[in-house]
């Protein structure tokens, strides 16, 4: 091969969802990408106006992969029931296992409760306890929206999927990018050795600092979790109870 030869790849869609991985395989050709701006765009916009006037959310992250009778399930509904009465929206990636048990807990005790859901071949569907949610084609869009809107993020145990979440969520805390709003982790058994791993190996070789670290709360307790939240975001936030909102304007057909 001369210095002026390189290898070239044409990637094709041949089966249902690829026109994701050919999105991320590389150029392609103008046009194409012109278009998938648009798309991005419209995914944006679509879901700016759908949550323009939701109230301060808590986003919650877990696994899908539980079931009704796991204890996962119960704590996640209690935390979504304790959320919605200390009067946050609950915002979830909309799916079935933890979210759904926290949209349940919210919606059962009054709340509001949201989901952000992406489009998957297995597993994701639209659980039955959301009042809103939006239907999301790329999860980078999807992410955003679940990060955009709350003030604070209360994370469970789960796979690949929620530890992506956890960490990019800290990563834009640490980076500057969002405030450093709550990050709870509910589980101590299932964290411990995710925890001990970060502050043997990753604080003692200056990986991350000690600060970053402590930013992340590790509790059993519905409660203690509601009310380290609710204390955040009133003295440190400065929210406050109202019964009003945005203003809807007809010009915008809100």
Known sequence: MTDR???????RASEPGDSERLFLAGPQERWWELLRVFRIGAEFVRAFRKFHFLGPCVTVFGSARVAEDHPHYALARGIGAGLARAGFTVMTGGGPGVM?????????????????NIDLPEEQHPNRYLDLFVQFHYFFVRKVMLVKY?????VLPGGFGTLDEVFETATLIQTGKIRDFPIVLM???FWAPLL????????????IRQEDFDRLTVTDSTEEAVTLIREAALNRFGLTYSTRGPRRRRWLFE
Request: hydrophobic residues 35%; aromatic residues 10%.
């Open 5 to 11: 030869q390189r290898a070239e790849w044409r990637p």
């Open 100 to 116: 759904e048990a926290a949209n349940r807990g919210a919606r059962e005790s009054g709340g509001m409760s949201v989901g952000c």
């Open 150 to 154: 709350s003030y604070a993020f209360v």
């Open 187 to 189: 589980g101590t058994e």
């Open 196 to 207: 001990d791993f970060m502050s043997r190996t990753l604080v003692a070789d200056g990986k």
